[in-house]
């Protein structure tokens, strides 16, 4: 899935194109057990890879994952609201991230989140009358408030439109989170974003399956974190009589 913009700004594709991803697929060699060999060289190489990834950042940001996933969870309590934002697949990402919050599935509860690029009308409206840069911090404005999440997307970090909307979320009272690769470009130069989470990667597929990974760790804490109060509120309901229909299958 392509991300959210190249880091130099040209193409995502690396140099030498899709040839230097999977030479054996482009070689003029017709031995099908030798092009199988390398097929499975191949994966195993990016298999090593993402978990090599995923370790790196474990090891870095298990305590600010930890951290973060428990102010999520108070904000959520609360009845804070997330917003989930991104451009390319980094959109597609965070309307995972949206749905994975609203929708769990399971027992697990079900959380207020809107992914920010669902809403084409209002997308194409802002992109055309104003400009892609405000595409996001103009619909933080409109719906945001304190307390409430911004969670922004990116594989360069260097996304206008993430800039403006996180310094919107800010400027709101809100929390903010960013998810980036490489060395987290401008996002990391923010002021206004509380926890950012980087994938030290220049591979773009690389830095969206860590980013993947990270947010699924994210939305696990917070329901660990938020398991004693929803355990508390069955008590009390038990205790009142009371019977909650989850708001999404009424």
């Not at 482009?26 to 990016?46: E, F, H, I, N, P």
Request: include cysteine.
């Amino acid at each position: 899935m392509a991300g959210d913009e190249p880091r130099d700004g040209g193409a995502s594709e690396p140099a030498g194109g899709i040839e230097s991803l999977y030479p054996f697929l482009y070689a003029g060699a017709t031995d099908l057990d030798a092009v199988l060999d390398q097929v499975r060289a191949s994966t195993a190489a990016k298999v090593n890879e993402i978990i090599a990834l995923r370790q790196a950042v474990a090891a870095r940001d298990g305590g600010r994952l930890a951290r973060c996933a428990e102010q999520l969870a108070a904000a959520l309590a609360a009845g804070a609201r997330l917003f989930a934002f991104g451009n390319g697949g980094s959109a597609t990402d965070a309307q995972q991230l949206a749905t994975l919050f609203l929708n769990p599935g399971g027992d697990a509860r079900p959380l207020p989140a809107l992914a920010l690029a669902n809403d084409t009308s209002v997308v194409t409206a802002l992109c055309n009358d104003i400009g892609v840069e405000v595409v996001f911090a103009r619909q933080i404005a409109a719906f945001g408030r304190r307390g409430d999440i911004a969670v922004g997307l990116s594989t360069s970090g260097n996304s206008e439109n993430l800039l403006r909307a996180f310094d919107e979320a800010s400027r709101r009272g809100m929390m903010t989170i960013g998810l980036a690769g490489y060395d987290g470009g401008k996002m990391a130069e923010l002021d206004s974003i509380d926890y950012l989470f980087v994938a030290p990667t220049s591979s773009v597929h690389r830095i969206q399956e860590a980013q993947t990974t990270t947010y699924h760790v994210l939305w696990e804490l917070t329901q660990v974190a938020l398991a004693p109060t929803a355990a508390a509120t069955r008590l009390s309901d038990k205790r009142e009589g009371v019977c909650r229909v989850p708001w999404h299958s009424r």
